[in-house]
């Protein structure tokens, strides 16, 4: 495969240098990407550059995932951002075997092909640096009016995008730059890639291999992804859709690929998928014959979810979201893990009632109307069971009156109860 070429009509192409494609054409080539480690996890806004490594790797090259951990030393240099915060070695450690672990799924880090990914983490070799090497070794190749040149120091420096520079941000192009020569030298890596907003900092570091060595190194670019509406792409109320699954469940995840608009799906299907393009434009015409069936969205989240996770968890959040939709059935309640039924019902009013309240049992009206507000009499609750408006795990219920005991309980702590279509009320046994 033409790694250009399969970029292009996925529509991950913003810039690139001239002779990049005939680089990657002439032999296998060694490219990097940089991700910043100050989490233990990915969340969605990496997965352009992680698809880009994937792509790469399956088109015969080499991918280098450099973690960042010398810039996550310095945090955000601007003091903007509450996500960049300064780390130590044993965090940044932490947080580099973490992200090891879910690249993974992405990446073939233990092949013994010639092409098997790597990581590298910039921390091993900037920490030796002293300040007099670096503004010797690569201060000196690099002009100020070259790194002036820059679109991003423009703007900072005209008052366009915040209020001044510091000499750590105004440095930093020379920093990366410096990433770029160390894996240049001693893995032979002669592409970066990026998010197009770091062409400025990749091309200094393209400059600087010229300077420096005369060697030749490429630059290429990804768009920045945006949504349809105008909204910050991976960004949820809660905050950022992480890959793991103890900060995003599998559930949410999948929630989150279901619910993009038409227009994004059809621009997300490209891009985070491995899809063919015969394929796709075959999914694209079939969802404008029925928009209403979303089929897009239904692949986009299946691909996704089975690929950063499992197909089972997949299996898992397909039958998860048919519980608010009334097609669920009491055993597809108590199959799901606890963090997935939360992930439903989450914001669904809750009441708490101690254990030995139900352990030897107790009538379903006590329950409902005196030890929780969900109905506010007993007549009140006799009269919509009697009109079949209750349920208790999706079973409809008859005799308001019935027991409840500790075998009817979700994940041995909650009782679902439902009035109504769709009026949902949750108890939970402490």
């Keep these: 495969m033409n790694f250009v070429q399969e970029l292009q009509w996925r529509g991950m192409i913003h810039d690139m240098m001239p002779g990049t ?8 080539t060694t490219a990097y990407v940089g991700i910043d480690p100050t989490a233990d996890s990915l969340h969605i806004g990496h997965l352009v550059s992680v698809m880009m490594l994937k792509h790469l790797q399956r088109c ?33 450690r932490h947080n580099q075997e973490c992200l090891k672990s879910q690249l993974s799924r992405f990446l073939d880090f233990d092949s013994s092909e010639p092409n098997a990914a790597v990581m590298v983490n910039n921390y091993d070799w900037m920490k030796e640096f002293s300040f007099l090497d670096f503004i010797r070794d690569i201060g000196k190749h690099i002009t100020v009016n070259y790194m002036m040149s820059k679109d991003s120091v423009k703007k900072r420096i005209s008052g366009e995008a915040g209020a001044g520079l510091s000499f750590t941000e105004f440095t930093y192009q020379l920093v990366q730059g410096t990433d770029f020569l160390h894996l240049y030298q001693a893995n032979g890596c002669k592409l970066q890639m990026g998010g197009s907003d770091q062409w400025g900092n990749i091309t200094t570091g393209t400059e600087l291999i010229r300077r420096k060595l005369g060697g030749e190194a490429f630059a290429l670019t990804c768009p920045l992804i945006t949504k349809a509406d105008g909204g910050k792409f991976g960004k949820t109320e809660e905050g950022n859709v992480w890959l793991d699954r103890n900060l995003t469940s599998p559930y949410k995840f999948y929630q989150f690929w279901l619910n993009t608009s038409d227009e994004d799906a059809e621009k997300y299907i490209k891009i985070f998928t491995l899809l063919t393009q015969q394929t796709v434009e075959q999914l694209v015409a079939e969802h404008q014959q029925a928009p209403h069936e979303r089929k897009l969205q239904k692949v986009l989240a299946k691909e996704l979810t089975t690929m950063v996770h499992t197909e089972e968890d997949y299996n898992t959040a397909v039958e998860a979201s048919q519980i608010l939709f009334g097609k669920s059935t009491s055993d597809i309640l108590h199959r799901i893990d606890e963090n997935t039924f939360l992930s439903v019902f989450e914001g669904v009013p809750l009441f708490n009632i101690s254990r030995e309240i139900i352990t030897s049992g107790i009538p379903f009206s006590e329950l409902a109307a005196e030890k929780s507000d969900i109905f506010p009499s007993k007549g009140d609750l006799r009269r919509t069971v009697k009109g079949g408006g209750v349920s208790i795990n999706k079973e409809k219920i008859e005799d308001s009156d019935m027991v409840i005991d500790a075998t009817r309980l979700i994940n041995d702590k909650y009782l679902l109860v439902q009035k109504g279509k769709k009026n949902y009320f949750l108890i939970k046994v402490d």
Excluded: F, W, Y
């Design 21 to 28: 494609e005939e680089q990657l054409q002439k032999e296998m």
């Design 60 to 92: 015969g090259h080499k991918p280098v995932v450099l973690v960042g951990g010398a810039t996550g030393m310095i945090g955000d240099p601007s003091g903007k951002s509450q996500e960049r915060n300064l780390l130590d070695e044993k965090t940044l």
